[in-house]
């Protein structure tokens, strides 16, 4: 599985972007995906995720002013981001993973990410 982000820029507080990310490969061998993000000095943490029926989740601090969706027929997951802050500057990756269980296995194929990064 191959995932490849973009969409990322420069914007202003209360701006908004639109990230995709393409998936390539063993596409068969995804079941949920998700949105990832690092700022600087931080731990990469999961922003958003999407099972293959469409079910969403979102952490706390990104609730409410993003969304994430996804076409399986074009293989493409998108994260609206909106009503953007500067606390939300930081790489974000795209990733994919398989479910077992009850639990995602991600493969953290991470790639170089896109850029978002918000001005005060």
């Known amino acids: 599985v191959q995932l490849q982000a973009s969409g990322g820029g420069l914007v202003r507080t209360g701006g908004y972007l639109r990230l995709s990310c393409a998936a390539s490969g063993n596409i068969f061998r995804i079941d949920d995906m998700g949105w990832y993000r690092q700022a600087p000095g931080k731990q990469r943490e999961l922003v958003a995720s999407i099972t293959g029926g469409g079910i969403t989740n979102y952490a706390d601090s990104v609730k409410d002013r993003f969304t994430i969706s996804r076409d399986n027929a074009e293989n493409m997951m998108h994260l609206q981001l909106n009503s953007l802050k500067p606390e939300d500057t930081a790489v974000y990756y795209c990733?994919?993973?398989?479910?077992?269980?009850?639990?995602?296995?991600?493969?953290?194929?991470w790639g170089q990410g896109t850029l978002v990064t918000v001005s005060s």
């Open positions: 990733n994919a993973g398989r479910t077992s269980g009850g639990r995602v296995f991600w493969y953290n194929r």
